[in-house]
């Protein structure tokens, strides 16, 4: 599972890159933490962004390949 911080990582990138506003952000995050309170099967940011229609497959690629790069030190 993708820890929390990278899990803020991936929504602060998608924001910076203008892929969703920062309220649309903080509604994603509400969503999952009421996921997690109810129990249910726990989503990452960018599953709960795609689901609710608001990023592309191509965008979480991008912002993916932007973790992957600070996460190696790049």
């Given amino acids: 599972m993708i820890k929390e911080?990278?899990?803020?990582?991936?929504g602060e990138i998608a924001v910076q890159?203008?892929?969703?506003?920062?309220k649309q952000l903080r509604n994603a995050l509400?969503?999952?933490s009421l996921d997690n309170e109810r129990n249910n099967e726990h989503r990452i940011i960018g599953r709960i962004l795609k689901d609710e229609g608001l990023i592309t497959d191509e965008?979480?690629?991008?912002?993916?390949?932007?973790?992957h790069k600070k996460n190696s030190g790049q």
């Fill in 17 to 22: 890159k203008g892929f969703i506003l920062k």
């Fill in 30 to 32: 509400k969503i999952q």
């Fill in 5 to 10: 911080r990278e899990n803020a990582l991936f």
């Fill in 59 to 67: 965008q979480i690629y991008q912002v993916l390949g932007i973790l």
